[in-house]
């Protein structure tokens, strides 16, 4: 099945996971019985749910793209550009950041099974090579939704 992207991820640390996961408040572990809040919320009271917002951490794929350029030093996996060279011999250094001439992508696509935060499925490819591999991935996910279409027909793929 296609995969859908979850556009940004939150991350419970502990111990508010553990406390949740025992119908507790996530804040402070009190109880839902000694709650004088509504209990199908998070937490017992406002200054709880303050602090573990605190304690808890949104991110989206901004972040985890720029932890991808940094860890490949900002070069193009595939072909070794690397953006610092274009930015001093463009004149751009000024205004562009070197991530312009960059994107951040999934080497294995989400549509088709790859896991959307794990730094590990994410590589740094210059412009021209990403253009490359999505028409690449695009192919295989129209072959994926096809195949998906006509199983839900009852027609099978015949080898």
Known sequence: MVKQREGFKF??????KTWMAEGKCAGCG????EWKRRQDWACCSAECTKEFRKKSTYFGWPDLREKAFKR???????CGFVAK???????????KDKSTFLVGDHI????LGGEEWDIDNVQTLCIPCNKVKTKNDAADIARLRKEERLAKAGQVKLQ
């Open 11 to 16: 991350v419970v640390l502990e111990p508010a």
């Open 30 to 33: 009190k109880p839902k019985a």
């Open 72 to 78: 490949d030093k900002f070069t193009c996996r595939h």
């Open 85 to 95: 060279d274009v930015m001093l011999t463009t004149g751009f250094s000024y205004k």
């Open 108 to 111: 294995k696509p989400i549509a």
